[in-house]
């Protein structure tokens, strides 16, 4: 096998690809499973090493994996990439190579066998029925619970265990365990300073682990582990990143870089940090941590329209990675000597000033938070407001103060006329100096 510092391959950094990389991973470890059963309990996953990721075995390269999901159909847009693959698989003595793709390729060559051996074009189950040489990003979750099913069923699971709500629940569950790996690879490049092809190199992940998965109660695990429903926000935060991304193909480089850069911050977070970074960048969804259910804990915490309408948009335009991180890291904000500027997924109009206001005054009630009035500035995409209770920026003045006079302590209410609303571009034009 090849040395770390041997031409291996790391996109880690490119977070946004991540979310699709991991899951084909994951499928193509489930169907090794319902194909082999548990004689392949020694399998290891390697994620961006040798290639996006490898299968192992002890010394022995199995399987290289490179995985594609660009919008290209021709060939010329891949072929550099088979190229570099089947050098891969030469240099590391591998056994096999699989191409993975999220588009067809129309114009496959008659001489692919010859020019790529030991090659081959992942073919991918559908839920339909049918097999193809490729898998959209739409399609991945359905095409993961097949193979689980698969897996299940080679494993003799009781049929409890194979109707559809437990297969996605131990999908998700699965895929967890890829999203931690990352973390863990992210925190060393990060964090220790270790180089990223030798951090993502000697981390991998034993197939025992899935097999745990895969034999476990996983309602049981949902139920009593608040890790599942912080797992969905992480997933959920990936999946819109990639998403984004891929629809705003000219970001440049220090975009991509911002990007990333908090995309990992929110990966490294715990349960309970990353339920306080939400509620910072949401201030006006209500989230009461003294209430449980599924539905609060949805509608209080960012989705997919905040973090592509509000929080991405934000973080594009300001291009700035010099934040102060607070609260066990798990806020931050940008500080000059104009203030403390916290950044936040809010994207309504300027007409609705006056609503976003008392979400976030009856948010903060819900929630109890005392926190929050540490906040200067909060940005947001379009409004300018002096304070939380207050407007007389514009026309669209209003004061909420009395409204809520009996339902705040009279110290709170002094904090929060501390807190202010701030539009992007002027929030921009002051941290930029």
């Known amino acids: 096998m090849t040395s770390p510092g041997i031409n291996s391959h790391s996109a880690i950094s490119s977070y946004s690809g991540f979310i699709y990389q991991g899951k084909v991973a994951l499928l193509h470890c489930l169907k090794l499973i319902s194909d082999n059963g548990r004689v392949i309990g020694n399998y290891q996953l390697q994620i961006d090493s040798l290639d996006d990721f490898a299968i192992l075995n002890g010394s022995t390269v199995v399987s290289l994996h ?68 490729f898998c959209r990003l739409e399609d991945i979750n359905s095409c993961i619970e097949v193979m689980v099913k698969e897996a299940l069923i080679c494993l003799s699971a009781d049929n409890y265990k194979l109707e559809d709500r437990y297969v996605e629940l131990n999908r998700l569950c699965l895929e967890e365990i890829i999203c931690t790996q990352v973390i863990l690879i992210h925190s060393e490049i990060q964090e220790k300073g270790m180089p990223q092809n030798e951090a993502a190199y000697r981390k991998t992940i034993d197939f025992n682990r899935i097999f745990e998965v895969l034999t476990e109660d996983i309602q049981d695990r949902v139920n009593n582990n608040n890790e599942y429903w912080t797992y969905l926000l992480k997933s959920e935060y990936g999946e819109c990143l990639h998403n984004f991304c891929l629809k705003n193909n000219n970001l440049n480089d220090n975009e991509l870089i911002t990007l990333n850069h908090f995309a990992s911050h929110v990966n490294s977070l715990d349960s309970n940090q990353l339920l306080s970074f939400s509620s910072s960048i949401v201030p006006h969804k209500s989230n009461n941590k003294n209430r449980s259910s599924i539905l609060n804990f949805k509608n209080g915490n960012f989705d997919e329209m905040d973090l592509k309408r509000g929080f991405f948009k934000l973080l594009k335009t300001l291009n700035s990675i010099d934040v102060v991180k607070v609260k066990s890291g798990c806020r931050f904000y940008w500080s000059n000597s104009e203030g403390k500027f916290h950044p936040t997924a809010i994207y309504e109009s300027e007409n609705d000033a006056e609503d976003v206001c008392r979400d976030i005054l ?22 300018d407001s002096e304070n939380i209770f207050t407007n007389s920026l514009d026309s669209r003045t209003y004061d909420l103060e009395e409204e809520y006079q009996g339902r705040l302590p009279q110290d709170k209410v002094f904090n929060f006329k501390k807190v202010s609303l701030i539009s992007i571009k002027k929030a921009k034009d002051l941290i930029d100096g």
């Open 66 to 133: 490179q995985v594609k999901a660009k919008r290209a159909h021709l060939f010329s847009s891949y072929e550099s990439d088979f190229v570099k693959q089947r050098d891969k698989l030469n240099d590391c003595y591998g056994q096999r190579a699989y191409f993975h793709i999220s588009q067809p390729i129309t114009n496959l060559p008659s001489t692919f066998s010859a020019d790529y051996p030991n090659t081959e074009m992942y073919i991918y189950k559908h839920a339909n029925g049918g097999d193809k040489q």
């Open 362 to 383: 009856d948010a903060s009630l819900d929630s109890g938070e005392n926190t929050f009035f540490e906040r200067d500035k909060l940005i947001n995409q379009y409004i």
